[in-house]
């Protein structure tokens, strides 16, 4: 096998990328990674490793942090202090991270492949005198890698994903206990009376409007960097780079915007990347419809399969029938 380092996506067709990361999630695919890329706080570059008659068989993208403006990627915040990597291997935002291999991989060559992934992604760090890290890895690629690195892996945080069995909304309420049943639709009953105008946009169309709500969400929760030019700026460029793919569900009390949620379909799930509420305009039960059932209705409208709904809140998201799971931490040396 041969591996490989290219300074930009530009260099790999789309869709030899994509056979790699569609199973693997939204926040490892070909167009969110190139948006990514423009991010100015960090550099990015992606190891391959190709069999030799070039087929790539496992990659990984490689984030060279100058500046982190997230706390919960910020070593210094998750890791003991004798551990400050500052290449950042996978994923480096979205709290969901796997290396990736193509599938139907036998398990001998999946983990060679890893291994020279793993030794890529030190070499690269080295270069640049630091060390490499995989923060938020699933279970599955916390149990693949863990063998590779020197220290056992680190808890960071537990990830929530609600299963959409059958075709339906109804199909969705009657997979949980009836108890729950009567309180989801008590909660959209009530959201319902409110006559609230509900309108799913694409992004590029209400960015600046989501932007502000969205920067006043994120300082009510003691982000104080996330400022409004900030926010507005991060859903631009999310807008321009995922253009149509990037959908919002809204909700509007006349012509002024009182909550959203911002959400992707990839592969079999839908992602909720973005949820944001006027804390001064109270509406019965808005977080709850937007971060999870008006998604479910529009995932089913799809076709996918799956509501991932991430970290945080973890008994909430569990009530609505998600499935839990531990992310990790694995260091280098």
Known sequence: MITSIIDSLDEIPAA????????????????????????????????LVRDLDGTLLAATPLHLVREEPNDSYQPETVLPPHLRPRVVAGARRGYHNTPLTAPGLDPARRSACLTLLRDTA????????????????????????????????????????????????????????????????????????????????ALADCFEEAGALLAGHQQG?????????????????QAATMGDEA??????????????????????????????????????????NLTYYLPIEDAYAHGTTALHVGMTTIEAKRRRGAAVSPLHALVDR
């Open 122 to 201: 030190r070499q690269f760090a080295g270069h640049h005198g630091t060390t490499h890290w995989w923060p938020y890895l699933t279970a599955e690629a916390t149990e693949l890698l863990a063998p590779l690195y020197p220290a056992p892996p680190r808890h960071l945080e537990d990830d929530a994903l609600i299963p959409l069995p059958g075709t339906s909304f109804d199909d969705y309420l009657a997979s949980l206990p009836s108890r729950r049943r009567v309180s989801i639709r008590r909660e959209r009953r009530a959201f319902a009376e409110a006559a609230l105008d509900v309108r799913r946009h």
């Open 221 to 237: 929760h003691g982000h104080d960097r996330d400022g409004t030019d900030a926010m507005t700026a991060l859903l631009k460029r």
């Open 16 to 47: 030899e990328w994509e056979h790699l990361a569609r199973p693997a999630g939204l926040y490892l695919s070909h167009r969110w990674l190139a948006g990514e890329a423009q991010d100015p706080t960090a550099t990015s570059a992606y190891a």
């Open 247 to 288: 959908r919002v569900v809204a909700a509007h009390d006349g012509d002024r915007l009182i909550g959203f949620c911002l959400y992707y379909h990839y592969g079999a799930t839908t992602w909720i990347r973005a949820v944001a509420l006027d804390r001064d305009h109270a509406a019965p039960h808005l977080y709850f």
